[in-house]
């Protein structure tokens, strides 16, 4: 059997839209307000996870994603065989400043929590039970060349079957999660190989450039 890696299926949440491989599943109409949109989004796709309300809203934007993307897909069953490689421009800045905000009074220990970017792993790895290899890294802007390098080199040297890996970011009403399911596998076309090339096509397809 060959190892190649297709890309499996991918989910795109921004401007009050959720979409999974292009197609449009859920419009909210209201005016565009981050806290407003994830829990619409939330309740629409009845996650129906209690933890969600006590999340920042960049662990709320992963956790529709991931749930959007892996939604009637098969995943190996192993826990460690899935792992989770995301990105973003603006960390965790969104919690910092409401965290900041709250020194003033009394530092709130449930904002200091998310002060970190990588915590949005921590809560879907939780979420689907995932104990796989995980990295959060910080780029101006989406690199889709490093990010098909790294996960590259995770399937080539751990026992990663499948990986979760795209852009996670949010600041106040400003979000964006383009998510991509990996996978290695014998059955490919050409349109679904895991490549620099298709993850930037998807990419910018989801920001309306061609």
Known sequence: ????????????????????????????????????????????????????????????????????LLKDEVVNADPYATGIVLSNSNASLDADIKYYDSVANIPSPALFVYTLPNIVIGEISIKYSSKGENAFFIFDSFDAGFITQYVNNLFETTV???????????????????????????????????????????????????
């Not at 979000?175 to 993850?199: D, G, R």
Request: with cysteine; net charge neutral; aromatic share 12%.
């Open 1 to 68: 059997m060959t190892d190649n890696k297709k890309i499996a299926a991918w989910c795109v949440v921004k401007n009050n839209t959720v979409s999974k491989n292009g197609r449009v599943l859920f419009e909210f109409e209201k005016e565009k307000n981050a806290d407003a949109f994830l829990l619409a989004a939330y309740q629409h796709f009845t996650i129906n996870y209690p933890k969600f309300y006590k999340m920042d809203n960049l662990c709320k934007l992963g956790i529709i994603a991931t749930e959007v």
């Open 160 to 210: 990663l079957q499948t990986c979760i890996c795209g852009w996670v970011d949010l600041l106040k009403n400003d979000y964006e999660a383009v998510l991509f399911l990996v996978e290695k596998t014998a059955a490919i076309k050409e349109s679904e190989v895991f490549t620099k090339e298709n993850l930037n096509n998807i990419y910018h397809t989801s920001n309306g450039k061609s």
